[in-house]
Structure formats: C-alpha cells, structure tokens
C-alpha cells in the first residue's frame, strides 16, 4: 500500500462525510489537534492541506468517533466471533493486525470512548478514534475494510449500536469474579511475609504457587497474587533484620551497568556539539526552568518563544529553526490560551500556515497533567511520565513547555526528595523524548516584589539543581525607569532575564529586555503580547567632537561631581550637547555619559575646597591626551 493510496482511501472517507485526521504509522494517534473535530466538521481546506502537505505524505489516517460512528474494537478471535454471535449485526466491518472493527452508526445517546488494557473488547466513541481502512499497521499489516454482499457500506445507513450492545460488552469484558476461600489471603499474605523475612528469593516464594491455587483460579492468577504480597512484604521491610540495611540482590544485567567505562575518545571533534534550540536556554535532552514572581509575564513569554521556535521566526531577537512545541498550561482554560497566541500572531503578523503542524497546546482545565503524587507515606510516579514520552516520540515534539510546574505534581514542594523524584521525571521525559523541558515556576512569596536570583525559587532547592539553565525574570524597578526615561507607574511592562544559572554556556553578561505591548483582538478583547526591548543608548547621538566640546567648558569652569550641586558637571555636558537638563531621561542619560568617561579617564574626580562653603568638595576636571592633539 503506497502513501499515495492511503491518501486515496482517507478521501473516499473523507468524501462519504467521515471525520478523518493524520495519524503516526508507528503510534495509532493522531499527528493533528483533533479533539476540536469531535463536535464540528473539518474545514475542506484544512484537509486538503494534510493530503497536499509534505509534513503528511508517509502518515497513515484516522477516523474520529462518537459524532458519526461508533466503533467496536476486537483484539482476538474469540472476541472477534463473540460480536457476530451476540451483538446486532452490522454489514461493515475492518480488518486489524490482531482483530477486527465492527462500525455502527452512533446512537441518539452519547457514547463516550472506553479502552482498557485488560478488555477484551473496546468501544470506541466521543473522545476516541480508530485507523481507517487503507492504512498500514507498523507490523506492515493493511486495515482492510469489507463489507457483506448486497448490503449498504454508506454510514448513515449503519444500524445503531443498542444500549444492550453495550451491556453485553461490559458482562463479557467484566465475568463475575469468584471469590478465594474464606481467609485465604490472610493466610497466603502471613506465609509470604514468613518467606521474605527467611531471605527467600521471589522465585523460591513462587515455587509454592502450586499449593495455594484454588479451583476457578489459573497458576498464572495465582503467581500474580503471590508477587503482589511479596512485593507488599519487601516495601514494609520484613526482609531486614532491626539495624540492618536492606541488601539488593544484582543481576549480571544491572552489574553490567556500574562496570568502569573507559575514556577511549581520541578525536575530540568527533563528540556531538550540544543541541541547543533556542538560544542558550532551550536544550535538546535537558531540562530548563524559568523562574518569576507572578503578573510578571512569564507565561506570555513562553508563549512568544513557543510562537518563534514553531514559525522559525526571530520574534525577540534570537534566530531559531523550526521546532515542534507542545505547550502544556497547566492553569488557563483553552480560550484564554487561543487568545494568547491569536494577539501574538496579530502583532507579529503570522498566518496559521506558519506554524501549523509545529504548535499545539493543551490546558490543564481539561485534562490534568500529573507525574507524580503521593501514595500513603511515600511519593510515586504515574502512568503519565510514559504517556508523554509516548506522545512526545510520535508526534516529533522538540520542546515541551509546562506552565506552571507546580501544577504538574501533587507534592509538597518543600520535600526536596519528593521534589528530586519530579524533577528527575522531566529530565527523563527529556532524555527519552530526545527533546527540550521547559519548567515555568514561581518565586517565594517573600520574593514576589523583588526577586534576588534564581535561587529564590519557591520549595525545595531540587529543582533549579537539576536544571541545566534557570533564568529568572524581573520587573523594572524604579531606579531603571528614571534612568531609561520610563514613567515609573509603566515600568510593569518592562522586564529583564537575569542573574541565571548556567550549567552548559558561559553566563550571559547582558540582560534582555522586553516589553508588553497591548495587542486588540477582533472580538473586543485586549491582550498582551511580549516583544524585544532595547535599553536606550547614552551615546546614540554623542561623537569625539562632543567630547571635546564638553572638556573645554569643564576645564573653563568649576563643576562638582555631586549631582545635586548647582554646578553640577552635568550642566556642562547639557551646554555641550544641547541638552535641556530638566526633560525627562535627560539626568539620567548624562549621568551615563559621565560615568563612561570618568572610567575611561577622559575626566578625573579631584578633592579641593570649595570657595563657596570653603568645605572640601569632589570637583571634576578634563584630562587632555596631548600626544592625540587634544588641546584646550
């Protein structure tokens, strides 16, 4: 099957009025948001652009469920014969890799999507797709779609799936369950836990399985249960003796693993360079944490930078490559979201061709995003770390930005080895998902004000250590509104990335700027949006001539190094560069200017006594460079 004929199958489908989406060939999920199509159709042109794009041309499709058809997913023969023999007949059926899938036309009742490891038989409905016919299998298998002779294949015409269906689905996946003879556990838990305080390995304990299985029951559920108490027997620490340290027993595999490696790298230039993504913050297979009191506009600048790495765009002054951005916020609902990135397209003047295929965003209001959270007295890891591997892997994503951290955990974060197994979680994710983290994080509330540096991370200390670059974002205080010539009630809008911990790259000796500018959307709403900001140069429109100018009136006058003084030097370099001293920046501009060349030993503070207060003062004197022709 050739992607050309996938493409034709998906538009028979596609044409019959069929909700169709790009999918993986190697995972069965979709390569698209999809979960928008389940309750409207897909624009033409935006179907047309998967079966054109080249970003689809190896993809298999997939049909979404619920809103038009229901599906019934057999893995097994035996299933596959169960749903002929007990459900109501329909016509139109697909072939799997291991079953087959029974179409039925959805029902005037919602029929939600049910997928269970242990099943039997899945339905798939509201919230679910299944690979459409024509499609390959990653074990080179072809969905292939039949249907009875004589009988209507179009699915309007498809018989209901009954709420009986469903009953009878439910009874087969869930046979009631017999029950072990009265005190049974209690008995096989007491002796396990007898075993394990022996120093019996699990394989000894599991010899016994043959004795303790019941009629009803297979060795094989009978060695899980035993595993299980065993497993419950070791956590509890009855195979330690008081004061003593529990002993793991090692494999050949896991020795292997700690034996010394050699340095045996010979041409240094061979070593792969480090893959940073986006400027020397975003780093493929590390994790990175941003850190910022709240209202600081942090989310807003993650969002930008998600915006440039999926456009390839230089948005805020840093070039990037086009990078696949998943975006996770773990506490904006999705409007909010959708009108983030819609005010920062209008600004910077994106189509939706830009960053199609390159963005996507989910939001913790509708589905949470938990690794990890307490289980007893103990901090555990969920199924979700694999699942967001998994995803990560089939959808290519490169960097993974989650808003905030805080949220994707149900941890004290002040318990820094509950921290450290969360933290290490990402990095995993990271490692695994050969792609960037990104961790959006907050300061101590003591800290909101006016954060100090990094450290003032809120919790425990795990998570900037395990980073391999924080940066922390500040407001604009009040001194560097006066300076820059800002009015201190808009200093808010402007921020800076500073004091960062830098693990992979020398330490940036400048700070970044940026400003929030207010971006009008089509329906009514303001939003702001982040943008570059440049600190305003002292020396923009000062020259040698000026220079010059400026040491001759010094050196005709008396000037103080004070600048509330009356003959303030600045008053000088005002004349000089006709300046009007009391506008607004202007102080603060000379103040620059000064301190540039006092440093550059154009001009030297001397101490002597003021004729005035005949106190000592620090008056300012020009130094003239005779040997460059410099002259009063």
């Known amino acids: 099957m050739s992607s050309v004929e996938i493409r034709d199958h998906a538009r028979e489908l596609f ?65 596959e014969v169960w749903v002929k023999q007990n459900l109501t007949y329909t016509p139109r059926s697909v072939k799997t890799s291991r079953g087959r899938h029974f179409y039925f036309k959805a029902p005037n009742f919602e029929v939600r999507n049910s997928t269970d490891t242990d099943a039997k038989i899945d339905v798939r409905g509201m919230g679910g797709i299944v690979i459409a016919p024509g499609s390959i299998h990653e074990s080179g298998a072809i969905y292939e779609q039949s249907v009875d002779q004589g009988e209507e294949k179009d699915w309007r015409f498809l018989p209901a799936l009954l709420q009986a ?47 303790w299985r019941e009629d009803g029951y297979s060795m094989e559920q009978t060695r899980a249960e035993i595993q299980t108490a065993i497993n419950g027997a070791r956590e509890k620490g009855w195979d330690k003796e008081e004061g003593e340290e529990k002993v793991v027993v090692m494999t050949e595999e896991k020795k292997s693993l700690l034996e010394p490696l050699p340095f045996l790298v010979e041409d240094f230039a061979a070593i792969p360079p480090r893959d940073w993504i986006y400027g020397r913050h975003y780093i493929r297979n590390f994790l990175s944490v941003t850190v910022a009191a709240g209202g600081t ?21 840093q070039e990037t490559e086009r990078q696949r951005v998943w975006v996770w916020n773990l506490e904006d609902p999705i409007e909010e979201l959708h009108r983030r990135l819609a005010a920062i397209c209008i600004h910077y003047r994106l189509s939706y061709a830009d960053y199609a295929d390159y963005l996507f965003v989910n939001s913790g209001r509708d589905s949470q995003l938990i690794l990890a959270q307490q289980v007893g007295n103990g901090a555990v890891l969920t199924p979700v770390v694999q699942t967001v591997i998994d995803f990560i892997r089939s959808f290519n994503i490169d960097v993974i930005i989650v808003d905030p951290f805080v949220s994707s955990h149900r941890l004290s974060e002040n318990d820094n080895t509950a921290m450290d197994l969360v933290v290490k979680a990402w990095g995993r994710i990271a490692e695994q998902g050969n792609c960037s983290v990104e961790l959006v994080h907050h300061v101590r509330k003591a800290q909101q004000g006016q954060a100090s540096s990094y450290g003032d991370a809120r919790g425990a200390s795990a998570l900037t250590d395990a980073a391999r670059h924080v940066r922390r974002l500040m407001r604009m205080n009040p001194d560097e509104a006066r300076t820059a010539g800002i009015d201190e009630d808009q200093a808010f809008r402007y921020t800076r990335e500073a004091d960062s911990k830098d693990n992979l790259a020398p330490p940036s000796l400048d700070d970044s700027w940026r400003q929030m500018r207010s971006v009008d959307l089509p329906n009514g709403d303001n939003v702001g949006v982040v943008e570059q900001w440049e600190w305003p140069d002292a020396f923009s429109d000062v020259d040698v001539r000026d220079l010059g100018r400026v040491k001759n009136i010094v050196s005709e006058g008396e000037f103080r190094e004070d600048v509330r003084a009356a003959n303030w030097v600045g008053h000088a370099v005002a004349e000089a560069l006709e300046l009007d001293i009391n506008e607004k920046g202007t102080r603060s501009q000379i103040k620059q200017v000064m301190r540039t060349w006092l440093s550059n030993k154009e001009f030297k503070v001397v101490e002597r006594i003021d004729p005035k207060s005949r106190k000592k003062r620090n008056f300012v004197e020009a130094i003239f460079n005779t040997q460059s022709g410099e002259t009063l």
């Open 297 to 317: 506009g942090k989310t807003a600048l993650t969002l930008a930078e998600a915006m440039a790495m999926a456009t390839g765009r230089d948005l805020l002054g």
């Open 165 to 211: 269906d469903l009953e009878k689905i439910k009874r087969f996946n869930n046979p009631v369950e017999q029950s072990h003879s009265e005190g049974w556990h209690d008995r096989m838990i007491k002796q396990v836990g007898a075993l394990v305080a022996l120093k019996s390995t699990d394989d000894e304990i599991l010899l016994t399985a043959e004795r």
């Open 15 to 79: 044409e019959e009025g069929l909700t169709i989406v790009p999918a993986s060939r190697e995972k069965k999920m979709p390569l698209v948001r999809w979960r928008e199509w389940q309750e409207k159709d897909v624009p033409d042109e935006l179907v047309e652009y998967w079966f054109e794009s080249a970003n689809f041309r190896s993809c298999n499709f997939a049909i979404v469920t619920g809103r038009q058809i229901v599906v019934i997913d057999t893995d097994s023969a035996e299933a």
